[in-house]
């Protein structure tokens, strides 16, 4: 009988082990709760980037430093892993108390009333541009605070002895010029080009350059019912210029889409000329690549219109409706937020800021010469819309766009598609 | 029909005592399986259970209720371009690697078998077997810095030998092979090491009647070897192809189902929606459309290649 009653044992171990995975775990909440000696523990997520994270920890230990009674665990998650993490902590009810979150993802949690709305949001949105906001917003209310203004249009990085042995002095100030520069630019080594002459193709910017495209030609790319409208004329003339630089002018392609390294990787190895990125990735040239042999320069309009362009919210911190703690994580972003702070923090991560105040300060110019440019069109930037999947709707421009670029759709095929897809995935979310 | 019974005193003590073996027996056997069932039970079939159940909601983690669609998300499947064109790419990168995975460990298994030094022999199969050893995970990130357009360890052949490099994983030309690549490289170890368990197991003396009647090596190969290792091959099949059909860490950190979702199987776009798009319900349906092919395709393997014989 002695081996049956070790297998009872071990079936009641299994058991155990079963029930113990089965049930919720405890909530983050638990753990941050203040103790004994009054002590409270805050835990924070963010996603890994050198730059962001070196930024946060100096806050972090700031804050520390002024309140002796809060400590701070800070846990980073990469990029491709982070929203997937933050869902499942999040449906799991073990959020972190104090989330980085991009704008985009906000209005899925804030709509399941996953977060706390910031006190006053009356007041403190009128200190931040319209743009990075609007993720943060729903019903007026503010749940959230943004760290960044994330601007992908506006500014490209150049090379200006690339352009001075073609013989230009000065970066492209039309359209047309443009594209002029762009094909003057390009070298090609048998079909393979070399060094592209205005390279756009990323994830990010297909997109946002066509809406932005879009937005120039003072047109609109948003029907009724939070459904997108590409069936304009503005949307297929914006459309048949980007395919055209590829199809036709060839200042770039499709061989390095999708690949591991950014455009602004091939940029700043010399493999092109121009490229349009946003300003954030001047930290990567800088301190990674240790080069400064380029500039970061206005990207001309379309049209006669000034040059808007469609942005998203970016990075800002969120506290979750499930913390134990949320009057502490409310006011270490207050802390966050402030001028000061926020000012280091952008400064630090080459962000554009979100905060009014901090991007009207000569000060912060002074430190970040390469902004320039950026800070100028901070006021064309409309919020890019009530986008359901950000994900989706880039990856549904993204692929068409590809398919229109080597032939296999027509311009207004490809628009069509784009637009049933995004539509039918709008509806989706809205149940 | 005949009882037998008890004559005497003896035969019933031996008569109880039997049946007393017989409950500690089963009580053996229920204690014994309890555990595994349970975790099988837990882990296994209430979350199939869980899925279908899931399947007829439109569901989203981060919301509080799921919505009732009914059939909905499997009819959607019909007009999801992404969908149809994911279940493409995976038949087509389980129909090449699987065949190309069975030829080349069948006759790498055969020359193995025919090494007569057995530290030798032992070489070989422990040298084939090692990257099976490897985490999939690992060896697709490794395989991914050799496949790397400006530093990778092709390309830098390609250009010793003054060809144009090629974009491996970024190409929609190639991506799909990249990856089979990549997968037969790590996985073929394991069948080697089956059929050449197999390949001792049939008699030598099957071998040696067919040479006295002057067969040839491949009249041997297709008459004797093939038909002998038929129980191995369907369980190589059958193996191979279900781990296939569920192929994913490879995808996921090489090519995320890029370009075009040349690379998007089925079982990274189901990743895709559940947790990145959050449709778990259509996730789910995708999943349970997913299993009922896998099973099917198994079943039939498994009638076809029944085998009758014993030797």
Known sequence: ?431 | MSVAVPSNKTDKVKLAGKAAGLRAKRRFITISLVPILLLFGVFAFLPIIWSLGLSVYQYDPLGSKALFVGAENYLRMMNDAVFLKSLWVTFRFVAITVLVNIILTLFIASAIQRVRIPWLKNLFRTLFFLPTIAPLAGTAIVWSTMFNYNNGLFNIILTKLHMTPIQWLADPQYALYSVILMTLWADIGYNIVLFIAGLDSIPDMYYEAARLEGAGRWRIFFQITLPLLRRTLLFVSVTTVVSYFQAFPQFQIMTKGEPFNETRVLALHIYDQAFSSSNMGYASAMATVFLMIILLITVLQLRWGRTQWEH
């Open chain 1, 1 to 431: 009988m002695r081996i049956p009653k070790f297998m009872l044992m071990l079936a009641v171990v299994c058991m155990v082990f079963v029930a113990t995975g089965c049930t919720g775990s405890s909530k983050s909440g638990d753990d941050t709760n203040a103790n004994a000696q009054g002590k409270v523990k805050l835990v924070l997520w963010s996603h890994q980037e050198d730059q962001i994270v070196n930024a946060y920890k100096e806050i972090i230990s700031k804050y520390e430093a002024l309140h002796p009674e809060t400590t701070i665990e800070y846990q980073t998650f990469p990029y491709d892993v982070y929203n997937q993490k933050l869902k499942a902590s999040f449906s799991a009810a073990t959020p972190p108390d104090v989330a980085e979150m991009f704008g985009t993802w906000v209005p899925n949690y804030s709509r399941n009333d996953l977060l706390v709305e910031i006190p006053d949001s009356e007041t403190v949105k009128q200190a931040y541009y319209e743009a990075p906001l609007g993720g943060y917003l729903r019903d007026g209310k503010l749940y959230g605070l943004p760290l960044e203004y994330n601007i992908e249009n506006g500014g490209m990085l150049i090379h200006p002895q690339m352009l001075k042995e073609q013989g230009y002095d000065q970066p492209p100030s039309t359209w047309t010029e443009l594209v002029e520069y762009a094909k003057k630019l390009t070298v090609k080594n048998g079909n393979a080009l070399q060094v592209k002459g205005f390279d756009f193709v990323s994830s990010d910017n297909i997109t946002f350059t066509f809406l932005s495209l879009i937005l120039q030609q003072n047109a609109s790319f948003w029907g009724e019912n939070e459904h997108v409208n590409f069936s304009t004329s503005e949307a297929e003339k914006a459309m048949s210029a980007l395919v055209s630089l590829i199809a036709d002018d060839q200042v770039a392609d499709l061989t390095t889409f999708g690949g591991e390294l950014d455009t602004s990787d091939y940029f700043f190895r010399g493999n092109s000329a121009m490229t349009y990125r946003g300003p954030w990735t001047i930290a990567a040239g800088l301190n990674n690549y240790k080069v400064n042999d380029f500039e970061y320069v206005p990207v001309p309009s379309f049209t006669d219109n000034p040059p808007s362009f469609a942005a998203e919210s970016g990075w800002g911190l969120t506290v979750a409706k499930q913390s134990k703690q949320q009057e502490a994580a409310l006011d270490f972003i207050r802390f966050f937020s402030e001028k000061e702070n926020l000012e280091s923090w952008n400064t630090e991560t080459f962000t554009v800021p979100a905060k009014k105040e901090i991007a009207e300060d000569p000060e912060y110019l002074k430190n970040n010469p390469y902004m320039k440019t950026p800070l100028e069109v901070l006021s064309l930037g409309q919020w890019i819309g009530p986008v359901a999947d950000r994900d989706y709707f880039f990856k549904q421009v993204n692929d068409h766009f590809q398919l229109m670029v080597t032939g296999r759709l027509s311009v207004k095929e490809g628009l069509a598609k784009i637009e049933q897809a995004i539509n039918d995935n709008q509806d989706q979310h809205k149940r």
